[in-house]
């Protein structure tokens, strides 16, 4: 599990659209890399609006947005498509980058136990390193916090 000032783990995933992203690559770029449960969900597709919506905001921060949740890419094509999204969606399918993060984890629903994404966010600085991380996040007022703190650093 990572922890503010650790190197982030680096990684290269394929990405909407049939091409790669690889974290590294994104430098000296900051990165907002948020993880989430699935596509096209209400939560997930709030968030995913928001992150477009102040997609302009990020980048005068010095951010790349960059979305991972365990979706095929043709699923992220679609959900891309179909909310016009504007921020780089990657496909961990092999769940090794979720793992590196530790944002898998036991949740349950409706009395059911099982293993998915735990909605998280990492803010990551121009060397690297996790400046913030936000853990088991509530979407209302998320993008914007994370603006703030873009912003502040």
């Keep these: 599990m990572t ?6 783990p680096d990684f290269t995933l394929p990405r909407d659209g049939g091409d790669s992203v690889t974290l590294s690559a994104l430098r000296p770029a900051k990165v907002v890399l ?5 596509d096209d969900t209400s939560g997930c597709t ?21 979305g991972i949740s365990k979706d095929s890419v043709a699923k ?6 179909k909310h016009a999204l504007g921020i780089i969606l990657a496909s961990d399918a092999e769940n090794d980058v979720c793992e590196q993060y530790g ?10 136990i099982y ?3 735990e909605r998280s966010t990492f803010l990551i600085g121009s ?3 996790i400046l913030q991380e ?3 996040v509530r979407v209302p007022g998320h993008v914007e916090a994370v603006l703030e703190a873009a912003r502040s650093v």
Excluded: N
Excluded at 103 to 112: A, D, R
């Design 3 to 8: 922890q503010i000032g650790d190197m982030a």
């Design 34 to 38: 948020y993880f989430y449960p699935k």
């Design 46 to 66: 709030k968030q995913a609006i928001g992150f477009t919506e102040h997609l302009q905001a990020f980048k005068e921060a010095g951010c790349e947005i960059v």
């Design 76 to 81: 992220h094509d679609k959900f891309r498509e």
């Design 103 to 112: 944002v898998w984890k036991e949740k349950s629903m409706y009395g059911k």
């Design 115 to 117: 293993m998915g994404i």
């Design 127 to 129: 060397d690297g390193k």
């Design 134 to 136: 936000w853990r088991k």
